[in-house]
């Protein structure tokens, strides 16, 4: 990990810390933030993003949830969070479903079901 990542991180976990949410930005302040941060780990341009914007981490997660009545899916509250810091940007989901037996061991063939929620989402 660069130490641009680490910044953004830390920059996103102490403007957490200090921010004053809504109720449904609170609902989704955590699980938000740990992907933001993952993304930072993924991506320097997105961490870079992060660090260089005034915007703060209560601005995003109040701004993801804007909208919403009752209900919101992750993907939708992860996509919004992302583009609040880097336009454009995209957040795609994958989910796998492994049938076998729990092994780890590759001498096991293990059938499994791969299946992208991003096509379902688009609605």
Known sequence: MNINTKKAQDKLSQE??????????QAVAKPTLE??????????EFAQAVLQTDRTFAECAENAVKGVRESISDIEVYRRAVSFYFKGADV??????????????????KPSVSLSLDSLLDF
């Open 16 to 25: 957490l810390s200090a921010a004053k949410l809504g109720k449904y930005a």
């Open 92 to 109: 795609h989901f994958n989910m796998t479903i492994d049938l076998g037996d729990g092994s780890d061991s590759e001498e096991t063939a």
């Open 35 to 44: 992907a933001l941060k993952t993304f930072c780990e993924q991506n320097e």
